[in-house]
T-cell receptor
Framework: DGGITQSPKYLFRKEGQNVTLSCEQN?????MYWYRQDPGQGLRLIYY???????QKGDIAEGYSVSREKKESFPLTVTSAQKNPTAFYLC???????????FGNGTRLTVT | QKEVEQDPGPLSVPEGAIVSLNCTYS??????FMWYRQYSRKGPELLMY????GNKEDGRFTAQVDKSSKYISLFIRDSQPSDSATYLC????????FGKGTRLHILP
């Protein structure tokens, strides 16, 4: 079945450590996205990539980094510079043009 | 004015009732409209997607877009307890803006 796989589902880290969240898609979509979801805040765009080896900052990119070395993969690194990293992180992808986003099932990151 | 506004709820209705969920938006340049359903601790699932004004139906779900009023709605007929979830509207042009979601409870 085609879809988006995020792993792990739950992740725990100590403050000051970098952590990388995985996102893989087999939908053959060109565009991939990372969102953060907090209670009462809705979805906020962190980074997006329209094509391999290219990506752009979203609305809340500070403290995060990404890479897009392969079409199917778009990992997100939450760095120690991110002041409030505990959140639910969602990866999405879409086809070319004005196509809807398809989401993975998220990674819940807890930093203590 | 926020770009997309959505009442957070919670909205509680009895099983079998018709549910109406709504969003308003401010930018008339927005061209396409989506509704997502999100269960707790899961990713949003695309329910409906439309470009045009008017109605689009898919089973028990009807999406309605009124571009002149900048108002979109999702209707759920014969609501079931399994419809209990958070519903997100999303509206797009060059970028996609999400509403904050409405929590819906269907009471058995």
């Amino acid at each position: 079945d085609g879809g988006i796989t995020q792993s792990p589902k739950y992740l725990f880290r100590k403050e000051g450590q970098n952590v990388t969240l995985s996102c893989e898609q087999n939908l053959n979509h060109d565009a991939m996205y990372w969102y953060r979801q907090d209670p009462g805040q809705g979805l906020r765009l962190i980074y997006y990539s329209q094509i391999v080896n290219d990506f752009q900052k979203g609305d809340i990119a500070e403290g995060y980094s990404v890479s897009r070395e392969k079409k199917e993969s778009f990992p997100l690194t939450v760095t120690s510079a991110q002041k409030n990293p505990t959140a639910f992180y969602l990866c999405a992808s879409s086809g070319t043009g004005r196509q809807p986003l398809h989401f993975g099932n998220g990674t819940r990151l807890t930093v203590t | 004015q926020k770009e997309v506004e959505q009442d957070p709820g919670p909205l509680s209705v009895p099983e079998g009732a018709i549910v109406s969920l709504n969003c308003t938006y401010s930018n008339s340049a927005f061209q396409y409209f989506m509704w997502y359903r999100q269960y707790s601790r899961k990713g949003p699932e695309l329910l409906m997607y439309t470009y045009s004004s008017g109605n689009k139906e898919d089973g028990r779900f009807t999406a309605q877009v009124d571009k002149s009023s900048k108002y979109i709605s999702l209707f759920i007929r014969d609501s079931q307890p399994s419809d209990s979830a958070t519903y997100l509207c999303a509206i797009g042009d060059d970028k996609i803006i999400f509403g904050k979601g409405t929590r819906l409870h269907i009471l058995p």
